[in-house]
């Protein structure tokens, strides 16, 4: 197994809509394995393939707070069938905005249905951390990241110092 390095924003890749997967193989299943190992050692507790740099619309979770015990959730073309009215608040971050947190409000409760790693159709209801994470990476599978759901002004100001920031690692590198 090997680690893949993960895209930050700002780049295009993260603003396009992923594919739908045709078939679950060992090829898609050694990607899902790759996206695993990153989120555990990123450490985060979802990963969308595009934040790998994959526009195909694949998912990986693991909202267990036991690091010893392990709960992988492989999710292949999700898609969300309902959402409660009911909405909750959790402080977001995503991989893909290294050092960014905001309090996203969102649907509580959502009803997906998925491909698992087996190839075989799933329906499930989520609610908690679990609905909130899902809800997440759908949305990264539309381009779409949580401080679009933040005013302009401070989606700016983080876009800004995610570009200086992008600037100063490339200054150390070159
Ligand atoms: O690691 C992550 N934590 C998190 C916290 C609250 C809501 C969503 C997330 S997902 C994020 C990892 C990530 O960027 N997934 O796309
Ligand atoms: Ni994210």
Avoid: W
């Avoid at 990963?47 to 195909?56: E, H, R, T, W």
């Amino acid at each position: 197994m090997s680690k893949r390095k993960i895209v930050t924003e700002p780049d295009p890749i993260l603003r396009k809509k992923s594919q739908r997967l045709e078939k679950v193989d060992d090829e898609l299943r050694k990607l899902l394995d790759e996206m695993l190992e990153t989120m555990y050692s990123a450490p985060g507790i979802g990963l969308a393939a595009v934040q790998v740099g994959i526009l195909k619309r694949a998912i990986v979770i693991d909202i267990s707070k036991d690091k010893e015990k392990k709960n992988p959730f492989f999710l292949i073309n999700p898609e969300i069938i309902s959402k409660s009215k009911n909405t909750s608040i959790y402080e977001e971050g995503c991989l893909s905005l290294p050092g960014y947190f905001a309090e996203i409000q969102r649907p509580a409760e959502c009803s997906v249905k998925y491909i698992d790693y087996n190839g075989n159709e799933k329906e499930i209801q989520a609610k908690g951390l679990l609905s909130t994470c899902i809800q997440h990476e759908v949305d990264h599978l539309n381009g779409v990241l949580f401080i679009d759901y933040l005013s302009k002004l401070k989606r700016d100001m983080i876009v800004k110092k995610l570009i200086k920031h992008k600037k100063e690692l490339n200054k150390i590198i070159l």
